[in-house]
């Protein structure tokens, strides 16, 4: 395969929203495999193209799928005699690892104030908004997001079943009455996800938790949900809601546990030293 036809993987790659890496050899000295050469790495794990197999190749992968769990590329010089990989032929090799990852894709159940909040915010860190709400467009409460998606519905639960929407998803269950968001919930906690969130009070959530653990669903797929929804940053407002929920799926994306990045040890004991 040549470096054109894997760029064109990519491209497809991106296109049908797949977060992939290409690792590229920069630079090389003494018995590299290959003086040249892209590998093409899915989420998934599969491949395509190739730095030179063998030891070299594994270790390209599994950094790739690293990297694309952190988001961010990175480029590595690596000793062939080394690194764990013990290679006969020696040599070094540097290689470049770019990370592409699809627009994350964010699913609103409920057109309401904290939704529309939510999605404008989300909006501006890259995510693409999907609403599904059963109201008229014009009975709203703001108006929708540039480039938002709309679904009116009869029936969440029917609607979202049917939707064709992507694995890996965010999913955010904000509608306007316990049983919406019951019915919601129950069509979400079967899909792949990589978030799902429900609003409400203690008492809300357990009233709702009991409904579907009374239709068989399980408990396990229940505590994977965050509920209470957001990270603890205090405010009430609708905008201020959003930002917590947000928050928290970025903390989820990323693999964070959305604590404070405070280190008070940093500020310098002695002027004199560099500690």
């Known amino acids: 395969m040549n470096d054109f036809e894997l760029m064109k993987l990519s ?11 290409v690792v590229t050899i920069v630079e090389t000295s003494g018995s590299a495999p290959r003086k040249s050469g892209k590998l093409l790495v899915y989420a998934s794990g599969e491949a395509a193209g190739t730095v030179g197999g ?17 988001g961010r590329g990175d480029y590595v010089d690596y000793d062939l005699g080394g690194h764990g990989l013990a290679m006969a032929c020696g040599g070094r ?21 904290v939704g529309l909040a939510l999605a404008a915010a989300a909006r501006t860190v890259g995510f693409g908004v999907a609403f599904y709400d059963d109201r008229d467009e014009a009975a709203l409460p703001g108006p929708l997001p540039p480039e938002a998606e709309y679904n009116r519905v009869e029936s ?4 979202l ?16 009455g316990h049983a919406c968001d019951a019915e919601a919930l129950a069509a979400i906690l ?16 357990r009233s709702v938790y009991r409904t579907l653990l009374g239709q068989g669903v399980e408990r396990e797929a229940l505590r994977g949900v965050y509920s209470p929804i957001g990270l603890d940053i205090g405010g009430e407002t609708p905008e201020e809601i959003a930002v917590a929920i947000l928050a928290e799926m970025l903390a989820v994306r990323y693999g964070r546990a959305g604590g404070h990045l405070r280190k008070p040890e940093l500020v310098p004991e002695d002027l004199t030293t560099g500690d």
Do not use: N, W
Request: hydrophobic fraction near 45%; glycine fraction near 10%.
């Open 11 to 21: 491209l497809a790659a991106r296109e049908q929203g797949r977060d992939h890496a």
């Open 190 to 205: 079967p899909k792949r996800a990589a978030y799902i969130g429900m609003i409400g009070s203690k008492t809300k959530i």
């Open 161 to 176: 079943r049917a939707a064709d929407i992507p694995a890996g998803a965010y999913y955010v269950v904000v509608t306007h």
């Open 93 to 113: 090799m540097s290689l470049l690892t770019e990370v592409y990852r699809a627009q994350p894709r964010l699913v609103v159940c409920g057109a309401g104030h």
């Open 54 to 70: 063998g030891a070299i190749e594994r270790a390209a992968i599994t950094h790739a799928l690293e990297r694309i769990r952190r």
């Open 156 to 159: 969440f639960g029917q609607a």
